[in-house]
């Protein structure tokens, strides 16, 4: 059916082919220009740009050298001079972060243009202000992949090389603006991280310091989880939802839906913690465990026994 579907197509082209690249051209930019039915209500609101991609992954960029000075800048300064490198990346961290939130609150279909203008400022030093704490956080984070991976032979090779760290730094630059009302920007940042490293925080969720992902790809932590302090999870690991409530419209309602996982929790890989239950502290959930009710402090859940059977007489599973 492909074959003959291709067929078709290219005898339509041929028989046009007397048709200029010009008529072409002006049909389908015609055509693509109209707002289609499916475009209606998808249209960002509001006149101007959306927020950049491209401008949020050089504003992370700087955040990273601020928070990390020596390792992501190839001039490796002197202590002298480091506090004039970390000045003019706070002053690229702010033009980037005011020039977005513009767009951002546009974006979000709520704001004037004047209105944006006017917080954006306030706003990036709002967030400046919060650089040494999430500083400070970053590194509780690093140390705890360093004292959970015998692997590790360094400080240095955790913040140059694991995954973990570039997804930290995303998520917790992200909710620290989602926290200030920005809208928009948040879900880019942690998006990018997700693009990268294949971990998946939504800015949403609220991660206590000291926390570590192993290996990472594949983890999903949902907007409404609550993760203590001192918690490690393995690769493939879904902090999820087990379902939604709908309201009249037939739209998904957004209410507490996500675990609570409680201090010095671990849970290894390729396990399923779903639905507002609480992992109480210092419980290990096991791989491949499918966990969907609470489970008191110092627990231990692994999977049941595998059931082994045979073939009689031919019979397949």
Known sequence: MHVARHAAALNEYTVMSHVSADDIFARN???????????????????????????????????????????????RSC???????????IEKIYTILCREIIYGFQFG????????????SRLALAFIDQLPQIKQTLYTDVQAMFDNDPAVDSYEEVVLSYPVVQAMIHYRVAHTLLGLGIPAIPRILTELAHSATGIDINPGA???????????????????????????????????????????????????????IEDHVTIYSNASVLGRITVGARSVIGGNVWLTNSV???SVILQRRPVTSAFIDGLGI
């Open 29 to 75: 930019v015609e055509a693509l220009s109209a707002v289609a039915d499916m475009e209606r209500g998808m249209e960002p609101a509001g006149e101007g740009p959306v927020p950049s991609v491209d401008a949020l992954r050089d504003f992370i960029g700087h955040v990273r050298t601020v928070v990390f000075p020596d390792f992501f800048d190839r001039r």
């Open 79 to 89: 202590r002298s001079i480091r506090p004039a490198i970390i000045g003019v990346n």
């Open 206 to 260: 609220e991660i206590g310091p000291y926390f570590a992902i192993d290996h990472g790809t594949g983890v999903v932590i949902g907007q409404t989880c609550v993760i203590g302090h001192h918690v490690t999870i393995y690769q493939g690991v879904t902090l999820g939802a087990r379902n939604f409530l709908y309201d009249d419209n037939g739209h998904p309602v957004n209410v507490p839906r996500h675990p609570v």
């Open 109 to 120: 279909r709520e704001t004037s243009c004047m209105a944006a203008n006017e917080r954006s």
């Open 296 to 298: 008191p402090p110092d």
